[in-house]
């Protein structure tokens, strides 16, 4: 007979119930194989009427599970019960089939599979990377901030990360270094690294065919979104370039706010602080563009103004030396006197690496095509304005500044009758070069000190027995000496 039922009904019928207890009570192996073949057909006048394929089933059933089936159908079944009759069925009969009808299972919703980040192409110079940089104290803090954000982008403790500084001291190399770090420990990361004019390229073509309802608005707003919405990680360079795209300003506000919504990393250089911009509310704002402080709106000073703001000043002369040294290793200094030539070329205070990296470039040219010898007497002589014909003219005048800038102390004070222990040495100074500098008298250059030439010659004598004895203060000497030739 046919017995169709659901997987359901199957649970809860008395049958199985019967045949559980009787499994539980069942400890061997081969007894779990001889229920499985234990069919069931209904209950007629009291007696369940079961099922076996052969006499061995039908015996081991009697003797080992009779008693037990007994009383697990009168549990079931109750007094409705009376016993149970086994029937074997011939191999050439067909077996009962349980048809089973599969309940419906409700349809599982996949999840929508995460968009592909697109990978971008990226366009970095080969030597902007952290190992090429020149750490002192003027860059320090923006180049381990830098460095930690490419060990662990996306770090809520500095996202984003905003690096400012004037033009020509690292910020480029800063971010393309985090993008190479990157890239190299994450190969699997998308990358965005783009000037400003890029972005504001790339805006202002999507909100121009947005207005204007011209080109496949679509497929703009397709490839911003690739580009930008995307990506892992957008390094964005000089951002002060956006100040007159306002619109393109509050664009990148979003961008900046899902992204970092998103756990992405966003790293920004700019040529000053964000509290140093115009701050303008609308478009329609033209005292903007007549003013000489580039213009920001509200929208974007806001994300900006949550930033981790880190500077880079000038370089210091440490930084400078360093930075000159690095540099110079190409080029052909004479050996015995490197280290006199760059501590020389450090000492006047460039505003930035540019101007050093020019300088190196130009006595590299000098070198190659005027076949100059670069000793340090010859390149006093390259480096020298041209104004002078390669010579330098010093002055008593130029000569008291720079020995008071560098010892800190006022002019006034150094030409002044007054005796004071500050100011001996720093006079001692002044005094010795303008004698080694100059063609002045000696009763010229008391003059200049209210001093008479016999009080020069005792302080410059004093000066050079403790230039014996003081190796610093006779290389502190020798500096200010180059600062001034250069």
């Known amino acids: 007979m046919d017995n169709t039922v659901s997987l359901l009904d199957i649970a809860e019928s008395p049958w199985q119930q019967v045949l ?286 949550s930033c981790v703001a880190v500077g880079i000043d000038e370089p210091d002369l440490a930084t400078r030396m360093h930075l000159i040294s690095k540099k110079s290793e190409d080029l052909p200094f004479a050996k015995a006197d490197r280290e006199e030539i760059c501590r020389y070329l450090s000492m006047p205070p460039r505003k930035n690496v540019r101007l050093i990296e020019g300088l190196l470039n130009f006595l590299g040219a000098m070198n190659m095509f005027c076949k100059a010898d670069l000793n340090l007497n010859s390149v006093k002589r390259l480096v020298a304005p041209s104004e002078h014909g390669g010579h330098v003219e010093f002055t008593a005048k130029n000569i008291i500044e720079a020995v008071a800038m560098d010892y800190r102390v006022e002019v006034c004070e150094l030409s002044s009758k007054r005796q004071s222990a500050a100011i001996s040495t720093p006079r001692k100074v002044a005094m010795f070069l303008c004698r080694e500098l100059t063609t002045d008298s000696l009763q010229n250059i008391g003059a200049m000190f209210c001093r008479d030439y016999a009080t020069v010659i005792a302080a410059i004598n004093s000066l050079k027995k403790q230039m014996e004895k003081d190796a610093s203060l006779a290389r502190r000497i020798q500096d200010i000496r180059y600062m001034l030739e250069a």
């Not at 209950?43 to 059933?61: I, S």
């Not at 990360?161 to 993008?179: C, D, M, N, P, R």
């Not at 707003?221 to 690739?226: G, L, Y």
């Not at 706010?257 to 140093?276: F, T, W, Y």
């Open 20 to 305: 559980d207890r009787v499994r539980s009570e069942c400890k061997d192996f081969f007894g779990a194989v001889i229920l499985d073949a234990l069919g069931y057909e209904g209950m007629c006048n009291g007696y369940a009427l079961l099922t076996v394929p052969d006499e061995l089933r039908e015996n081991w059933v009697n003797s080992h599970y009779g008693d037990l089936l007994r009383k697990s159908f009168t549990t079931v079944f109750g007094s409705e019960f009376v016993d149970y009759r086994i029937r074997q069925i011939a191999p050439s009969d067909p077996i009962p089939e349980i048809k089973l009808t599969m309940p419906v299972i409700p349809k599982v919703v996949q999840a929508p599979k995460p968009v592909k980040r697109p990978k971008q192409a990226l366009s970095l110079y080969a030597r902007y990377t952290f190992e090429n940089f020149v750490e002192g104290e003027c860059n320090s803090t923006a180049f381990r901030a830098c460095q930690a954000v490419a060990e662990n982008p996306g770090d809520p403790s500095l996202n984003p990360l905003f690096v400012y500084g004037e033009s020509g001291l690292g910020k480029t190399h800063l971010l393309q270094s985090i993008a190479a770090k990157i890239q190299k420990s994450r190969p699997e990361a998308s990358i965005v690294y783009c000037h400003a004019y890029d972005f504001l390229r790339d805006a202002t073509a999507m909100a121009s065919a947005l207005h204007n309802k011209t080109g496949n608005v679509r497929e703009l707003a397709q490839k911003f979104r690739e580009r930008y919405e995307l990506c892992d990680v957008l390094l964005l360079d000089d951002v002060q370039l956006l100040e007159k795209g306002l619109w393109t300003q509050e664009r990148l506000a979003i961008l900046i706010r899902h992204l970092r919504a998103e756990g992405k990393q966003v790293v920004i250089s700019c040529d000053r602080h964000p509290s140093k911009f115009k701050v303008v509310d609308t478009d329609c704002d033209r005292s903007a563009s007549k003013s000489s402080i580039p213009s920001i709106s509200k929208k974007l000073l806001t994300p900006l103004e």
